[in-house]
């Protein structure tokens, strides 16, 4: 399986200006550029994308996961935090956080937390990425 995302650009680096186009038309010449990757500006930036990439991603990894272990969520919620720090003369993605809040009436914990874990090093752009990732997560069993 493969997908498509295509990037234009026009101008320097800050004066300039960009669009992201996914396959899917979901991004359609979406706006992108310096002021919203390290100022305030708008549309987005390549780590907000992999922020949302990274979430989701690893929010369909669980609930397979989970599935396996015999739990249905009601309800699954992934925050990813993506750190750009400059090193070494250049930017690098240093570190991504998933912060999960999940609801799983009747859970169990360990199963859970297995799940989690699994769910982490497993979904593929987890595997892509060479950041520190950590995770923190919450379990409402109610």
């Given at each position: 399986?493969?997908?498509?995302?295509?990037?234009?650009?026009?101008?320097?680096?800050?004066?300039?200006?960009?669009?992201?186009?996914?396959?899917?038309?979901?991004?359609?010449?979406?706006?992108?550029?310096?002021?919203?990757?390290?100022?305030?500006?708008?549309?987005?930036?390549?780590?907000?994308?992999?922020?949302?990439?990274?979430?989701?991603?690893?929010?369909?990894?669980?609930?397979?996961?989970?599935?396996?272990?015999?739990?249905?969520?009601n309800s699954l919620r992934t925050d990813a935090t993506v750190?750009?720090?400059?090193?070494?003369?250049?930017?690098?993605?240093?570190?991504?956080?998933?912060?999960?809040?999940?609801?799983?009436?009747?859970?169990?914990?360990?199963?859970?937390?297995?799940?989690?874990?699994?769910?982490?090093?497993?979904?593929?752009?987890?595997?892509?990425?060479?950041?520190?990732?950590?995770?923190?997560?919450?379990?409402?069993?109610?």
């Amino acid at each position: 399986m493969k997908r498509k995302a295509t990037a234009a650009w026009s101008g320097n680096l800050k004066d300039g200006k960009g669009t992201i186009s996914t396959q899917s038309g979901v991004l359609s010449n979406t706006q992108y550029g310096f002021k919203a990757r390290f100022e305030e500006g708008p549309g987005t930036n390549p780590e907000e994308l992999i922020a949302a990439a990274h979430a989701g991603c690893f929010t369909m990894a669980l609930s397979m996961q989970l599935e396996q272990a015999g739990m249905v969520a009601n309800s699954l919620r992934t925050d990813a935090t993506v750190t750009l720090e400059q090193k070494d003369g250049g930017f690098t993605i240093t570190t991504v956080h998933l912060e999960l809040a999940a609801d799983i009436p009747n859970a169990d914990e360990n199963a859970f937390n297995n799940a989690v874990q699994n769910a982490k090093t497993g979904c593929p752009v987890s595997k892509l990425l060479n950041a520190e990732i950590t995770l923190s997560a919450k379990l409402n069993r109610a």
